[in-house]
Each structure stands twice: as C-alpha cells, then as structure tokens.
C-alpha cells in the first residue's frame, strides 16, 4: 500500500512539477522587480555560485555549448509543431501508439520549458533588476552631474587622439588589414581578472570565450557577441574584423558576472581593454565606444560643422579599421546566407529590443550607447 501512494505521487510531482518551474520564476521575476535588496544579493552572493560550478563544467568543452543547446532546442520545437500537425489532419489513421508517443513527447517538452524558465530568471532575467554599477561601485564622478559640451568634447577628443596614435603602429596584411597573432582568448581573461582587483563582482573564475560556429548567421545579425545563460559562457564572432575582437570577448564575459546591461558591459569591456599592455586591446577599447562619442558631440555642438572640424578628426584608418566584417568575410556570409541580410537583421533587432524592453530597459537597443554617461563619468575628475 505504501509503494502505491509513494508510485501515485510521483507520477502527481512530474505532472505538476514543471506548472511550479514556471510559478516560481514567475514570482522570482516580481520579487525581483520589486525589491532591489533581494536582486543585488543575489547578483553579489549566488549568482557567481553558478559561474564557479557549472561554468567551469561547460568551459571544459572546445565548441559553445550553449550555442548548440540553442540549435536543439529549434529542432525540439520544430518536431513538435510537425507532431501537432499531423495529429490534427491525420487523427483518424495515426496509431494509438504514436499518439501516446506524442503525448509523452510533448510532455518532456513541458518540462523543457520549466527548466528553462528556472535558468533564465537565475542567469539572466534577475541580473536585470540590479542597481546599476555606479551605484553598486565607485568609478570616479558624480552620478547625479550633468555633463555638458565642454566634457563630452574632451572625452571624445582624448579618444580619437589615442585611437589615432595608435593605428599606423600595427603590422598589417598586403590589403591593409591588422595582423595578431598572439593568444586573444587568454588575454582578454587576463585582462578581466585584473579588473577584478577594482571590481568585486568581476573577481574569480574565467571561462575562455569560444567562436560561435555558425558565425554567418550572426554576423547577418551584426551581433559581435553572445552571452549564453544556459551554459554560462561567452561566445564572440569569428568572422567579424579583428578590432572588434579583445573588446567583444571581455564585454560578454562581464555578462558572466552579472552585468547584463548592454551599456555596463560595454563600460566593463573598455576599461578590461584600455589599460592593457598589448596594444590591441588598447585600440579595441577606443574603437569600440568612439562612434557613441563622435554621435553624442555631434549631438551636443547642434551638428554645427564649423565647431566640429575645430576638433581633432578621426583619421581615415581608424575609421576603416572601424569596420564589422571584411569585404571578403561579407562575401562569404551572404554566399552562405539562406534568408537575406536585410530580414535576418530586421528581425534579430525586433527580438532583441522587445527582451530588452520586457526586462525594464525601456529604451530597447538604444541604451547600449548609455556608455557614454559611464564614461563621463569615469573621466571626471581625469580629463576634466
């Protein structure tokens, strides 16, 4: 008689467990919207935990893992939807068995979906709901100042000067383009753990960022990066031009630490970068917030031309090597390319700016050029 109630109510915990999954992400994601205290202790106290352990199970593989959870769970989907399908037109001559062979499959779809549900909200929807970094650190200035004219202008000339500096020191290819030979990889979890000396949250375990296999794909989507919460790694573009590359890699490792706002883990990515002894790195880090800059001067002088060639320019290789992929690693993107560009890209930002917006970022994709109010900030009391 026991064995039979222990038999009915397991059979009652797998039917209602992934209903509670889904419940309790559900209240963990109002919590978390509604009491800072409750998600700034969990980005300082548990959420590293995760990184710690099964972060390093997944760094132990060569390919993302993550990227290939992401491929399954499309084919996952798809099979269901087929299955649906068929059930519905082809009901009367489907057999009994197939049918109970589809309940059961879309049953541990079920539970699929409550897993990732759990995994979303603890890797990634609470990381949202923390204070901001200037309010969880000092880095230098005041967030309450207004920044005028005069600091935006100083801060993008200090840029531009270095950038400039900078671009003809670099050993380049017949076409022109920069040559690196060295171990990027290592470097930019170098670079993240010396930054964890001024930061507590970026203290710790580093798994090395992975290439991302169906780099075509993302590049269609002009995505540079990705950030995996299901498998806590980072993953970087191979296609895209080298520039973009030391940058990249400790922006979405910053994500593994908590920051997942765009502009916190751009802020996270130029200072891994700008301090950096490898002169890469250091040209990354300019590269990478000189385009918010220029657009946010442009901005601030009324796009008064006279005043704007006052200032130093940005030199005509900086802004070639500016760029997001090669002319020849288009030419092999669009070769390979099943929809167009156009669609692909419209798409991926449609998505991208609702999860942003769903999440509390009420700008969407516009705040990842937010770095600029970090970076004002940072430089107060340095350039200014």
């Not at 080298?242 to 502009?263: A, Q, R």
């Not at 040209?283 to 657009?295: E, F, H, K, Q, T």
């Amino acid at each position: 008689m026991l064995s039979d109630k222990r038999g009915i109510g397991m059979k009652k915990w797998k039917r209602w467990a992934p209903a509670v999954m889904i419940l309790f992400s559900v209240l963990l994601n109002i919590i978390g919207r509604m009491w800072k205290g409750f998600s700034n202790f969990y980005v300082n106290h548990v959420f590293p935990v995760w990184v710690e352990t099964y972060g390093r199970i997944t760094g132990f593989f060569p390919f993302s893992v993550g990227e290939w959870m992401l491929y399954l769970a499309v084919l996952l989907v798809f099979a269901l939807a087929v299955g649906g399908i068929l059930l519905i037109v082809m009901r009367r001559r489907l057999l009994e068995g197939w049918k109970r062979a589809y309940k059961r499959y879309a049953f541990f779809i079920y539970w699929v979906f409550g897993i990732v549900c759990i995994i979303m909200t603890l890797n990634c929807f609470l990381l949202y709901q923390a204070s901001p970094i200037n309010e969880r650190f000092e880095i230098g200035g005041s967030r309450d100042r207004e920044y005028g004219v005069k600091e935006i202008a100083a801060l993008r000339d200090y840029v531009v000067v270095q950038a400039n500096e900078l671009a003809p020191t670099f050993g380049r290819d017949a076409q022109g383009y920069l040559l690196y030979q060295k171990d990027m990889e290592k470097e930019a979890v170098r670079q993240m753990q010396r930054l964890g000396d001024r930061f507590e949250n970026l203290k710790g375990y580093y798994p090395e960022p992975k290439k991302l296999f169906l780099s075509e794909f993302y590049s269609q989507q002009y995505i540079m990066g990705y950030y995996f919460p299901f498998s806590m790694e980072a993953n970087y573009n191979r296609q895209m031009y080298v520039t973009n590359m030391p940058v990249t890699m400790c922006h979405e490792l910053s994500h593994l630490k908590g920051f997942i706002l765009e502009d916190e883990a751009n802020f996270i990515g130029y200072l891994a970068c700008v301090d950096a002894e490898d002169p890469m790195f250091r040209y990354s880090a300019y590269l990478s917030v000189i385009g918010y800059l220029d657009r946010d001067f442009i901005k601030a002088i009324d796009e008064d031309p006279e005043i704007y060639l006052e200032h130093p320019q940005i030199s005509q290789q900086v802004a070639v090597d500016k760029m997001f992929l090669t002319n020849e690693a288009w030419e092999q993107v669009e070769k390979k390319a099943v929809l167009s560009t156009e669609t692909v890209k419209q798409a991926a930002d449609t998505f991208l700016d609702t999860t942003l917006t769903l999440n509390g970022v009420a700008d969407g994709t516009v705040s990842y050029s937010r770095v600029v109010k970090l970076l004002l900030q940072y430089y107060d009391g340095i350039l200014y």
